[in-house]
């Protein structure tokens, strides 16, 4: 398997665009988990998904974000408008639930919003 | 908010000595994992612990766990050049059966040659 799969590697758009960022998990995962990493808040859970259905998005900051998960292969996380403080690293992870579960995670979207 | 607190923040040392790292944490937890994130990379799972695990080991790592403290250890022995990175824990809470983690803030640790 090719692990997690997350697209773009990187992203620089100017306030106010829409930004979309892509997820593909390891097949057979049944949960999907989006993060946001940045210096000053480190690692933080925005949203996850259990067989596709948005389990608990409390960690996403604004109305501004907004995911989807439409099929066991597919998840984006979206930021209508982006502001320069979205800018951060996000992560998208993977994981096979049997109890609790080591999570395989993507290596990343570096987003940068001037 | 971050659970997991690590500590020290930042561990240099020489290749070939040991390195500990500890995480203390606030709440009920289903496991801790502790994970691994070279510079410009995702995270990479070491190993986890149950809650009602005491020690566990996985080549030079060995991690202990006290609930009692609510305090988790890690240890990496003989370390080389290439374990330079930063090391998170990560709790899994009772509520959602461990599926949901929360990370610490990290530790960098620096191995020198």
């Known amino acids: 398997d090719a692990g997690v799969i997350q697209s773009p590697r990187h992203e620089v758009t100017e306030m106010g665009q829409e930004v979309t960022l892509r997820c593909k998990p390891i097949s057979g995962h049944d949960y999907l988990f989006w993060y946001r990493q940045t210096m000053m808040r480190g690692l933080e859970l925005l949203i996850y998904?259990?067989?596709?259905?948005?389990?608990?998005d409390s960690g996403m900051p604004e109305d501004r974000f907004s995911a989807k998960m439409p099929n066991a292969s597919f998840s984006t996380l979206k930021i209508q408008p982006s502001e320069p403080r979205d800018s951060a690293v996000y992560f998208c992870?993977?994981?096979?639930?049997?109890?609790?579960?080591?999570?395989?995670f993507g290596p990343g979207t570096r987003l940068t919003v001037l | 908010s971050q659970q997991g607190e690590e500590d020290p923040q930042a561990l240099s040392i020489q290749e070939g000595e040991n390195a500990t790292m500890n995480c203390s944490y606030k709440t009920s937890i289903n496991n801790l994992q502790w994970y691994r994130q070279n510079s410009g990379r995702g995270l990479v799972h070491l190993i986890l612990?149950?809650?009602?695990?005491r020690e566990k080991h996985s080549g030079r790592l060995r991690v202990t766990l006290d609930t009692s403290k609510k305090s988790s250890s890690l240890l990496i022995t003989a370390s080389r050049a290439a374990d330079t990175a930063s090391y998170f824990c990560a709790t899994g809470s009772q509520e959602t059966s461990g599926s949901r983690l929360t990370f610490g803030e990290g530790t960098q640790l620096t191995v020198n040659p």
């Open positions: 998904f259990n067989n596709n259905v948005p389990i608990d």
């Open positions: 992870a993977s994981s096979f639930w049997a109890g609790a579960n080591e999570q395989f």
């Open positions: 612990i149950r809650s009602n695990e």
